[in-house]
């Protein structure tokens, strides 16, 4: 049985636990569009459906999906956090493009403007279960896992706040109401990063503590593991020791990866890197979201697909990824010898870039991407040409050539949303074990160095990249962890959260939005000319941390403190 995210009215309702005396007169009425506090402690089928729906959040911003409610992260929605970053820009914009020009303010944060709200009604919504948890009628080894399931939750939004602003309010327990900060000037003041990442680190220690090690029996899948709890603490620990945060150490970093590979429950999903994302509960998934055909939801082939086969482009890759895939005997396209040819730019690269990335000459549902001009049918000379892609390249990453792209409604897009999975945490230990210890070194309590945690991502069936070599200096191995993490994880909301905590936007997200214009000739060959996909792309200091919206600040009488710069 799989957990469905799909909630009645009154359970998405905000504020649902925090109905408030008033005085008596003619508009003191019983709501009709949520339920009180007192029915959902007395009824443990009420309540657990509450607890289940805290995955899935309110619809706070258009385009959030479509028609479902949005869960971590924008995940399968129609503009992709990898629209913000180098990886890709959304053909129509959806509020992406004031962010990749460096226009996000305060007043207007566009497609990121909703993580503040979000995640503290969220917690506010766990503090009030936990609160009720203890009146519930449910057995105490339930309750017991109940509990470690919503301190996870919270954990899971407090790491969206930390990642995004830095240090901001620890709530702890406590259940608020919609103006308590006025009269309680702790809770508008932040706490440093390191003070967060440590809070969070504790409540993540219990919640593994009290969580099952399997989603079976009675525990839906897709719910909260022990491992779901300790990949999150691996991730925290590993953004607190990177240079943005410094709020950490690389060794507890380790220590903190080991956690979840000493399981031994994980591992390296040797069905192909393009099925990982389109089969459920696979044995390199640590935590997930499923999708149902009774839940509504964004039909990823239509959004994404080349206007040819009647696509909308949506989320299209960019130049810049393209350029930094490898060649398939592991050396970079700048390497003279690495057997680059830039008239056939797409022979012979590292096997995740087809498996990422739709481009003029793959196949693709029985025939060919033809984005070339003139007469391509991909390109703006094809049919919709204004879904036509702006950078020369389509999505390929998690799309089901299975599923229809023209007229899909109900039937496509069912695919998981991986929020953790094992290669990422062996990612977390290599780049943790290389910056603590060097390339080879095996720390204690582990059988893997760095460089045998990479080869182990690496040499993946279908992947199958040449393992690097012992003797890599640390700075050496450092590149080769951040190539990894690039090629790897592109696509999964990692990208945007890496150039940052590593402090290398201002290089990366200050290049141009790369793109290219493909031209047959009258021999039939193929002309490669470099274009600007999105013009203005520009990236400040202040841009590491996003402004805390307006409205929070002023919901706060002033007393919450914004980010440099804004």
Request: proline fraction near 5%; aromatic fraction near 10%; include cysteine.
């Amino acid at each position: 049985m799989k957990l469905q995210y799909k909630a009645p009215l009154f359970l998405m309702m905000g504020g649902m636990l925090s109905i408030t005396a008033c005085k008596k007169n003619l508009l003191d009425v019983t709501p009709t569009d949520r339920i009180a506090s007192s029915a959902i402690a007395s009824d443990t089928a009420v309540f657990e459906a509450f607890v289940t729906n805290r995955y899935i959040g309110a619809r706070l911003q258009d385009k959030e999906g479509d028609g479902s409610n949005p869960g971590f992260g924008r995940g399968f929605e129609y503009s992709m956090w990898s629209s913000l970053t180098d990886e890709s820009i959304y053909n129509n914009d959806d509020a992406t493009w004031l962010i990749q020009r460096g226009q996000l303010a305060p007043e207007n944060l566009g497609g990121a403007g909703v993580l503040w709200a979000r995640s503290y009604r969220s917690i506010r919504e766990c503090n009030s279960a936990l609160a009720l948890l203890p009146t519930v009628a449910l057995s105490a080894a339930h309750k017991t896992r109940i509990e470690g399931e919503l301190k996870f939750i919270r954990a899971f939004r407090y790491q969206d706040l930390i990642r995004n602003y830095g240090g901001v309010v620890l709530m702890g327990d406590k259940v608020t109401n919609l103006n308590d900060n006025l009269q309680d000037p702790s809770l508008s003041k932040r706490a440093s990063i390191k003070e967060c990442i440590d809070y969070v680190s504790a409540q993540l220690d219990d919640a593994a503590s009290k969580l099952p090690l399997n989603n079976d029996g009675s525990w839906l899948l897709g719910r909260a593991t022990k491992g779901a709890a300790l990949a999150l603490k691996s991730r925290l620990k590993l953004y607190a020791a990177s240079p943005l945060y410094n709020a950490g150490t690389w060794a507890d970093a380790v220590t903190a990866a080991q956690a979840v590979i000493s399981l031994n429950k994980y591992g390296i999903y040797t069905g192909g890197y393009n099925n990982l994302f389109l089969v459920n509960e696979t044995n390199e998934t640590i935590f997930e979201r499923l999708y149902t055909k009774n839940a509504n939801h964004t039909h990823l082939e239509i959004a994404n697909g080349p206007n040819g086969y009647g696509g909308w482009a949506g989320n299209t890759p960019l130049q810049n990824l393209v350029d930094d895939y490898e060649m398939d005997n592991g050396k970079a396209i700048t390497d003279p010898t690495s057997g680059y040819d830039p008239t056939h730019p797409y022979d012979h690269r590292d096997p995740r870039f087809a498996a990422t990335v739709l481009y003029n000459g793959a196949l693709y549902r029985g025939q060919t991407v033809d984005s070339y001009i003139p007469g391509g049918k991909d390109s703006k000379d094809g049919p919709d040409n204004w879904n036509t892609t702006k950078t020369g390249y389509y999505l390929k990453k998690y799309m089901n050539d299975a599923y229809p792209l023209q007229n899909p409604w109900g039937n496509a897009g069912f695919q998981p949303w991986i929020y953790f999975r094992y290669a990422e945490i062996l990612l977390n230990f290599a780049e943790a074990a290389n910056e603590a210890y060097g390339p080879d070194v095996v720390p204690s309590g582990s059988t893997l160095s760095a460089r045998t945690a990479i080869n182990l991502i690496r040499s993946r069936p279908s992947v199958n990249m040449p393992p690097l070599a012992a003797g890599m200096s640390q700075s050496q191995m450092r590149d080769a962890v951040r190539y990894e993490r690039r090629v790897e994880l592109a696509f999964e909301e990692h990208r945007f959260y890496d150039v940052r905590r590593w402090k290398i936007a201002e290089v990366t997200e200050n290049k141009p939005a790369g793109g290219v214009i493909i031209t047959k000739d009258s021999n039939g060959k193929f002309v490669y000319t470099p274009k600007i996909a999105l013009d203005g792309r520009k990236f400040e200091t202040k841009h590491y941390w996003l402004p805390i919206p307006r409205t929070e600040i002023q919901a706060s009488g002033g007393q919450l403190q914004q980010n440099p710069g804004y």
